[in-house]
């Protein structure tokens, strides 16, 4: 049989077959092959189930804010009940009203970054955490205190030319011009020139 012929005899036992279904065709559901239950895979990790937070529904939570600063001067503040929407420009206003750091010298630093006065507590602090830990970086250290909190005690001790031999001076000193310098280096050395050239003076 050639080819030519066996493409006629197909075609004709295709033409006397209907080209598609009639209207109202209906097939009998027991004419199915059986098939078996189909059972989803397992996931290759569980998922994790949602951590319950004490905020009741339409309150926010609240978050506490800790500023500290080991430089000259030290802080250590703790501010409570802050909400989230509370902004860094606010927060350094209360931090100014308890240390007498004019809000114009002080800069705060989350995670060793400054922050800009615009942020607010939400955009730093993470999903459950209920407190901000803050550093105070002071422009031109305990020189920028205007005025003394009303709470605060006079400080009492050594005047003038004592000061000068004390170590806690040269210490203030040397953080002082650490936080100017930025160089722990320089800044050591520095410290260490002004200190012999006012031992050579006396």
Known sequence: MTEVSFARSFLAALD?????????????????AARGAYILPKMPKPMSKRKATSVAPGQ???LTVLVKSLRNPPLDIKLTSQTPNTSILEIKTSVSKDSGIPVDKMKLLHKKKPI???KVLKDLAGEGETS????????GGAAAIKNTPANAEVAQGESGGEVLQTKEFWDDLKGFLLQRIRDEKTAGELADTFHAAWKART
Request: net charge negative; glycine share 0%; hydrophobic share 30%.
């Open 16 to 32: 006397s077959r209907p080209v598609k279904l009639s209207p109202d065709h209906v097939e009998d559901p027991k004419t199915y």
């Open 60 to 62: 926010e939570r609240s």
């Open 116 to 118: 800009p006065d615009s």
């Open 132 to 139: 901000v830990e803050f550093s105070v970086m002071v422009m």
